[in-house]
T-cell receptor
Framework: AQSVTQLGSHVSVSEGALVLLRCNYS??????LFWYVQYPNQGLQLLLK??????LVKGINGFEAEFKKSETSFHLTKPSAHMSDAAEYFC????????????FGTGTRLKVLA | DAGVTQSPTHLIKTRGQHVTLRCSPI?????VSWYQQVLGQGPQFIFQ???????GRGNFPDRFSARQFPNYSSELNVNALLLGDSALYLC??????????????FGSGTRLTVV
């Protein structure tokens, strides 16, 4: 069965600093991985996805993530944090059962300090 | 184009009552999935429908049920509400869930509070 683990339920960075949000996955087959962002009182917005093509994936709002099979990781990064990046971020893996449901991590709340 | 539309946006119900949540997928999408997001946690899968048939069900009690209509909109029903059912209920839309590389599009959710 697939699963994801997000290390760090809360991350604080200064405006302009590097953002690094960690996600490790478990999968017996090549995974499809996603990062979603959730702003307060809103639904989930897709940031980027890994679908076994390029290992470095670029998404919206300057975010990118690198798939590392040897480390079973799919960490999300952004070179320079902006105040508007403050939100909750979820890593997800697509299940390989017939439902193709998403299995989400517990989320990381990003706080950006002025 | 309209995105995934969910109604109502907020709802307050009393324990033991019944609730119906609604979702309209993106035009052309034939699949709807429902997720429950309890405060402080990641979304948990409840149901998936494709072409009006149930594709899968998560680990939720039989009090939870859903259906998909010919126009691909969907309803999630919860009977005998418990305090623990208080959550944000999210609807996800896709053309075909088997196309796993696309990524689901989520609605803004319905915030259900059970008192």
């Amino acid at each position: 069965a697939q699963s994801v683990t997000q290390l760090g339920s809360h991350v604080s960075v200064s405006e302009g600093a590097l953002v690094l949000l960690r996600c490790n996955y478990s999968s017996s087959v090549p995974p499809y991985l996603f990062w979603y962002v959730q702003y307060p009182n809103q639904g989930l917005q897709l940031l980027l996805k890994y679908t076994s093509a390029a290992t470095l994936v670029k998404g919206i709002n300057g975010f990118e993530a690198e798939f590392k099979k040897s480390e079973t990781s799919f960490h999300l990064t952004k070179p320079s944090a902006h105040m508007s990046d403050a939100a909750e971020y979820f890593c997800a893996v697509s299940d390989f059962s017939g439902t193709y449901k998403y299995i989400f991590g517990t989320g990381t709340r990003l706080k950006v300090l002025a | 184009d309209a995105g995934v539309t969910q109604s109502p946006t907020h709802l307050i119900k009393t324990r033991g009552q019944h609730v119906t949540l609604r979702c309209s997928p993106i035009s052309g999408h034939k699949s709807v999935s429902w997720y429950q997001q309890v405060l402080g946690q990641g979304p948990q899968f409840i149901f998936q429908y494709y072409e009006k048939e149930e594709r899968g069900r998560g680990n939720f009690p039989d009090r939870f049920s859903a259906r998909q209509f010919p126009n691909y909109s969907s309803e999630l029903n919860v009977n005998a509400l418990l305090l623990g059912d208080s959550a944000l209920y999210l609807c996800a839309s896709s053309f075909d869930p088997a196309d796993r590389g696309i990524g689901y599009t989520f609605g803004s959710g319905t915030r259900l509070t059970v008192v």
